[in-house]
């Protein structure tokens, strides 16, 4: 089973950045896609971004595009979510979850319903 863990939220003004990791435990990483997802209370989660295994293809959200930057380390386990121009829309608490079809690079990759496992959330927090 995979873990992945989290990391990089806090709280920022509007127009600040951060930058979220994602660690996963196994040997077979650099085999799998990664996504982002979100959810803000009373929202349901939400696509962010995605990459494919080899981090050829990226996809992303319209609402994040040119502002957020997905990238992975697969010499680290790890996955990043650059995100740049935050908003208070922004707000929310940010998953990355795991696809574990070998060497998939979507398109669908924008679905919750292609991953298989998921982090416990990093909460991002933007004031106005």
């Known amino acids: 089973q995979v873990q992945l863990v989290e990391s990089g939220g806090g709280l920022v003004q509007a127009g600040g950045s951060l930058r979220l990791s994602c660690a996963a435990s196994g040997r077979t990483f650099s085999r799998y896609a990664m996504g982002w997802f979100r959810q803000a209370p009373g929202k349901e989660r939400e696509f962010v971004a995605a990459i494919s295994w080899s981090g050829g293809s990226t996809y992303y959200a319209d609402s994040v595009k040119g502002r957020f930057t997905i990238s992975r380390n697969n010499g680290k386990n790890t996955v990043y979510l650059q995100m740049n121009s935050l908003k208070p829309e922004d707000t929310a608490v940010y998953y990355c979850?795991?696809?574990?079809?070998?060497?998939?690079?979507?398109?669908?990759?924008?679905?919750?319903?292609?991953?298989?496992?998921w982090g416990q959330g990093t909460q991002v927090t933007v004031s106005s």
């Open positions: 979850a795991i696809n574990q079809k070998t060497y998939y690079s979507g398109p669908d990759l924008n679905s919750f319903d292609v991953y298989d496992y």
